[in-house]
């Protein structure tokens, strides 16, 4: 009667953090892990994988580019998690660069999702059977107005000069639906609703040639 009474009780605290562990989001995995040699930008890392060094990109994750606004703490934001530690990647392919594409766990934790919960990041577009946990990330940063969507990136004001020293006013967009590009003079009929986000490639211009030279198209709004 004893022994019956301690497998049950067993197998009712086997049970009980089973159900923990899902819960929490704990992630069974027998992927082989690899050490993370250096943190290239808050996106891509460089693993040691046999007797060669390969670049791993976080995939469905998208930080800004080296030079741009919250670059640096992408960077650091990601180094904070992964730099010097063995990491799993899943679901990786090979893109045209020749970087591996990943979902990217630590000790369970996804990284892919944490960059994105972090505000630092935006969805890309490549194909990802974990879309929809990253989406569900990607939106809630967005609806807490953290990093990338908060104010810190948007320039309401032009600090662009042209050799003259005239304040540049002429505003390059990219759209975030369609990623077409436009440029906004002053007197287009939205001008003034149009944001200048210094994440990205939007910029501002002293003159319209180097607008289009940047391949930005006339706004209709402008006709």
Same mark, same amino acid.
């Given at each position: 009667?004893?022994?019956?009474?301690?497998?049950?009780?067993?197998?009712?605290?086997?049970?009980?953090?089973?159900?923990?562990?899902?819960?929490?989001?704990?992630?069974?995995?027998?992927?082989?892990?690899?050490?993370?040699?250096?943190?290239?930008?808050?996106?891509?890392? $460089?693993?040691?994988?046999?007797?060669?060094?390969?670049? +791993?990109?976080?995939?469905? +994750?998208?930080?800004?580019?080296?030079?741009?606004?919250?670059?640096?703490?992408?960077?650091?934001?990601?180094?904070?998690?992964?730099?010097?530690?063995? +990491?799993?990647?899943?679901?990786?392919?090979?893109?045209?660069y020749g970087r591996i594409m990943a979902?990217?766990?630590?000790?369970?934790?996804?990284?892919? $999702?944490?960059?994105?919960?972090?505000?630092?990041?935006?969805? /890309?577009?490549?194909?990802?059977?974990?879309? /929809?946990?990253?989406?569900?990330?990607?939106?809630?940063?967005r609806l807490k107005k953290v990093g990338?969507?908060?104010?810190?990136?948007?320039?309401?004001?032009?600090?662009v000069k042209s050799a003259s020293g005239? +304040?540049?006013?002429?505003?390059?967009?990219?759209?975030?639906?369609?990623?077409?590009?436009?440029?906004?003079?002053?007197?287009?009929?939205?001008?003034?609703?149009?944001?200048?986000?210094?994440?990205?490639? /939007?910029?501002?211009?002293?003159?319209?040639?180097?607008?289009?030279?940047?391949?930005?198209?006339?706004?209709?709004?402008? /006709?």
């Open positions: 009667m004893r022994i019956s009474l301690i497998i049950v009780s067993l197998i009712a605290t086997s049970s009980l953090l089973l159900n923990i562990m899902l819960l929490t989001g704990f992630k069974f995995s027998n992927s082989p892990t690899f050490k993370v040699l250096e943190v290239i930008d808050g996106d891509t890392f $460089k693993i040691k994988s046999g007797n060669e060094e390969r670049r +791993v990109r976080l995939m469905g +994750v998208n930080t800004p580019e080296a030079g741009k606004c919250l670059s640096l703490e992408a960077k650091e934001k990601l180094s904070n998690l992964v730099l010097s530690k063995d +990491v799993a990647l899943e679901n990786q392919f090979t893109d045209p979902n990217v766990y630590l000790n369970g934790e996804y990284i892919n $999702k944490e960059m994105l919960m972090s505000g630092f990041a935006r969805m /890309d577009y490549y194909e990802n059977p974990k879309r /929809d946990e990253l989406k569900k990330a990607y939106e809630e940063a990338l969507f908060s104010d810190v990136c948007v320039s309401k004001t032009s600090a005239i +304040v540049c006013t002429i505003k390059g967009n990219i759209d975030d639906n369609t990623q077409k590009k436009f440029y906004y003079l002053a007197s287009c009929k939205n001008y003034s609703q149009v944001m200048i986000d210094l994440s990205t490639d /939007d910029s501002w211009f002293c003159i319209e040639q180097d607008a289009v030279k940047a391949g930005f198209a006339k706004s209709k709004t402008c /006709d």
